[in-house]
């Protein structure tokens, strides 16, 4: 079974940094594609960026090039996303969500997800 | 691509018939293996999004198949044949041509 289960959100401040993790288990996370997709409280879905290992590409949304960075350790089958220059509207509940192929390329399996307040 | 729903709220009566719409402002057809590249999300209340269907009209197992998925290019429909309780929720269609985008949700109530 596919499991997902994000951790490090919380509050930050304004210009601050922080560093998201899922930990994956349940299929060969090595190969597979991931991704990071936020929502805003009371609000819709956002693709924030996107991993995949084989072949190796990495995607990220306008609203996170230059300020966010996806990665993995394969060793520790966990994906991460590390955030700085954090602002206010960057406040979301942060998903972590793998695809079911390179070839299906859409968004298959969701964690729970983990709250990011940016505030002073 | 701009994905855009509609309504952005309905409510249908139990066991009534619901459709959701969703347009893209560019196709979202690969020719070259005739799959648009169009997926609808369910999410209830303080839980994540769940997959619904993929390739516009391929429901995943175990989804009722109350739920399908019709359209082409650039115009798409989510339609629940017979509304049940448990299908109150938010839907959300993605396009997967290019990048990804999510359109805005539309809230089916119980009337």
């Known amino acids: 079974e596919v499991q997902l289960v994000e951790s490090g959100g919380g509050l930050v401040q304004p210009g601050g940094s922080l560093r998201l993790s899922c930990a994956a288990s349940g299929f060969a996370f090595s190969n597979s594609v991931m991704s990071w997709v936020r929502q805003a409280p009371g609000k819709g879905l956002e693709w924030v960026s996107v991993?995949?290992?084989?072949?190796?590409?990495?995607y990220y949304a306008d609203s996170a090039k230059g300020r966010f960075t996806i990665s993995s350790d394969n060793s520790k089958n966990t994906l991460f996303l590390q955030m700085n220059s954090l602002r206010a509207e960057d406040t979301a509940v942060y998903y972590c969500?793998?695809?079911?192929?390179?070839?299906?390329?859409?968004?298959?399996?969701w964690g729970r997800g983990t709250l990011v307040t940016v505030s002073s | 691509i701009v994905m855009t729903q509609s309504p952005d709220s309905l409510a249908v009566s139990l066991g009534e018939r619901a459709a959701i719409n969703c347009k893209s402002s560019?196709?979202?057809?690969?020719?070259?293996?005739?799959?648009?590249?169009l997926a609808w999300y369910q999410q209830k209340p303080g839980q994540p999004p769940k997959l619904l269907i993929s390739w516009a009209s391929t429901r995943e197992s175990g989804v009722p198949d109350r739920f399908s998925g019709s359209g082409s290019g650039t115009d798409f429909t989510l339609t629940i044949s017979s509304l049940q309780a448990e299908d109150v929720a938010v839907y959300y269609c993605q396009q997967y041509y290019n990048t990804w985008t999510f359109g805005q949700g539309t809230k089916v109530e119980i009337k």
């Open positions: 969500a793998k695809f079911y192929s390179s070839a299906d390329s859409f968004m298959a399996y």
């Open positions: 560019q196709s979202v057809f690969y020719s070259s293996n005739n799959k648009n590249y």
């Open positions: 991993i995949s290992n084989s072949p190796f590409n990495i």
